[in-house]
Structures are given as structure tokens and as C-alpha cells.
């Protein structure tokens, strides 16, 4: 089809041919400025040809007939984020955006929460770091967001809870150690013959000391806390952070005229990567020592049994029971 020579604007720049109503070209961005005689380019020392790499950049612009070109001249329709909200108790919106490290969903989330009076928007980043990984993940994001004295308080809740299940299991490993029997090496030795593996290992594994049992109770009572909070807490977390912006600005006002609050706020995910490698690294350490010094245990005992001729094999079934209520061996 033969192209009407009226209905078509070369971009004087990169010669791409452009329709009549375009006012900036769409392959580079310069202004198509047109004269009345078709395609012809007002190319005069006062209307000089345009640069897109000066003055263009990537972008939306609304023309009167409608329509958005895919780039538009730097400087066209820029306006700030911020730009005529109101301030945040005293600090200009234009600090609390910087703050924020400049990221608008943040920004436009703190300005509906504190203008709207309410609690909310509900956290959903906190709720399901909180779900999964306990006072862990909830840590992470307020560590993410350098709110270190709340961040501090979860990642403490996380490590009394591992630490309470390591004891745990040192105490059960020993408990068990301390009091294994030949008939308790017998019935083991006989169940995994006789194809009963599954249930004679939860059976074994559910020896304890009491103090073993009561531990892992508390463990996982404070599991439950935390699940409760990883519920509660999404209702107040941007104002939380709203009001640790504007008192965070304040103080750094209070020091420079002219702060670098990006540097102040912003985010710290390489520092939650870290403290993420360190929780399941050392975790996974300690866990595996002790069970490789449990199963050296229990070999010990596999050969003194074995030597002395106490290993007969003639038990069926575990001659102990567990109590359930007490943790407590029969």
C-alpha cells in the first residue's frame, strides 16, 4: 500500500516515518515539528534538530488527540511522586520518599495509612515470612527495613526457640545413650528384621527426659506466639515504619541541614542474606555434630553388647513404654 505523504512526519533525527497526528516521533523521541507542506522540517538555527540522547528518555506522554507515544521529551510530564501530598506530621513528603530509598509502592502504602487514620494496609510480606519461618522471618523485615530494635527482639524469640530444641535433642541423645540396654538393642535390632522400622524408630526417638520434654513443649508453645503475631502484627507494620520515618528524619535533621536520608532509610537486604546463611548454617552444624556423636555412641554400645553376648535378638517388641503426659521413661 502506497503511503499519503500527508499523513506521514519524518523524525528528523532517525528518518522513522511517523503518522500526522504524532508530535514527537515514536522510534527516538525528538519533536516532529512539521510545516504546512507535507513532510518538510523547520531545520533553522532557532529550531536546531533534536538530541535524543540530551533531552529524551523512556516514557508516557498525553497528547490532545489521545494518543501515547512509547517515549516522550525529558522534562514532559515528570511530576514527583510526592508532589502535592501533604506532610507527615511536620516532614515533607518529599523526606519521607526518600526515606522509603524511593520505592513508590512503599511510599503510596505509608501515605494510605497515615492519611487515612487507619491501621492498615494490611503486610502481607510480614505475614507470610512470620507464617513460615517464625520470629525468624519476621525479623528479617524489619532488619529489612532498618528497624534494628524490633528486629533484634524477633531474631532473639528465634534463637531461645533453637536453642531450646537443641538442648533438646543433646539431652535426649544422652538420656538415651545413658540408658540403653541390650533388650533395647535386641527389640530395635529385631524390628528393622522383622520390617517394623517406622514405627519401633518413633517409638525410640520419643525416649526423653523429662527436662528434654518440657523444652521442646516450650518450643513449640513459643511457635505458636509467634504464628499469632505473624497474624497481628501485618495490621500495625506500616505504622510502624511510618512513624520510625518521621522520627528517624527528625533526628537526622537535627544533625545536617541537608541529610542523606536515602542513606538513613532505604533497605538492607544484603544484611538479611547474612543473618539468613547464619541461621541455617550454624543450625545445621551443631545439629549434625550431635548426631554423628550420638550414632558414635551408639556403635560403642553395639560392639559391648556384641562382645559380652548380651545381643540375642530374642525381644519382639520395646520392653519400655513412653508416658506421653510426663515424658517420662518406664
Not at 528479617?140 to 533438646?168: D, E
Request: some cysteine.
Amino acid at each position: 500500500m502506497e503511503n499519503n505523504n500527508q499523513d506521514i512526519k519524518l523524525c528528523p533525527v532517525c528518518g522513522e516515518k511517523n503518522k500526522a497526528i504524532y508530535k514527537y516521533c515514536n522510534g527516538c523521541g525528538a519533536p516532529l515539528n512539521q510545516s504546512q507542506s507535507g513532510n518538510a522540517v523547520d531545520l533553522s538555527p532557532n529550531n536546531p534538530p533534536f538530541k535524543a540522547s540530551d533531552t529524551g528518555y523512556y516514557g508516557r506522554q498525553n497528547t490532545e488527540d489521545g494518543y501515547t507515544p512509547n517515549y516522550i521529551p525529558y522534562g514532559m510530564n515528570t511530576k514527583p511522586i510526592y508532589e502535592g501530598t501533604p506532610d507527615f506530621n511536620g516532614v515533607s513528603a518529599k523526606d519521607v520518599y526518600e526515606f522509603t530509598g524511593k520505592k513508590t509502592e512503599l511510599f503510596n502504602k505509608l501515605c494510605t495509612q497515615h492519611f487515612s487514620g487507619k491501621a492498615g494496609p494490611y503486610c502481607w510480606p510480614l505475614f507470610v515470612l512470620g507464617l513460615i519461618f517464625g520470629f525468624f522471618g519476621m525479623g528479617c523485615w524489619y532488619l529489612y527495613h532498618k528497624m534494628y530494635k524490633p528486629a533484634l527482639g524477633f531474631f532473639a524469640g528465634a534463637v531461645v526457640q533453637l536453642v531450646m530444641n537443641i538442648c533438646s535433642l543433646i539431652i535426649t541423645c544422652e538420656y538415651i545413650i545413658g540408658n540403653f540396654t541390650p533388650e533395647m538393642y535386641n527389640s530395635l535390632i529385631n524390628g528393622f528384621l522383622n520390617g517394623d522400622t517406622t514405627s519401633l524408630t518413633f517409638d525410640f526417638l520419643n525416649i526423653t527426659h523429662p527436662l528434654a520434654y518440657l523444652l521442646h513443649s516450650t518450643a513449640n508453645l513459643l511457635s505458636l506466639v509467634g504464628f499469632a503475631l505473624a497474624i497481628i502484627l501485618p495490621f500495625f507494620a506500616y505504622r510502624q515504619y511510618k512513624n520510625f520515618a518521621i522520627e528517624s528524619i527528625y533526628t537526622e535533621y537535627s544533625k545536617s541541614a541537608l541529610p542523606d536520608l536515602s542513606v538513613k532509610g532505604g533497605s538492607k537486604g544484603g544484611l538479611v542474606a547474612l543473618a539468613s546463611i547464619l541461621y541455617v548454617v550454624i543450625p545445621i552444624i551443631i545439629i549434625f555434630s550431635i548426631i554423628g556423636n550420638f550414632v558414635t555412641e551408639f556403635y560403642k554400645k553395639d560392639m559391648e553388647f556384641s562382645n559380652d553376648g548380651t545381643s540375642n535378638g530374642t525381644y519382639n517388641e520395646l520392653p519400655f513404654e513412653f508416658d506421653d503426659s510426663s515424658g517420662e521413661l518406664w
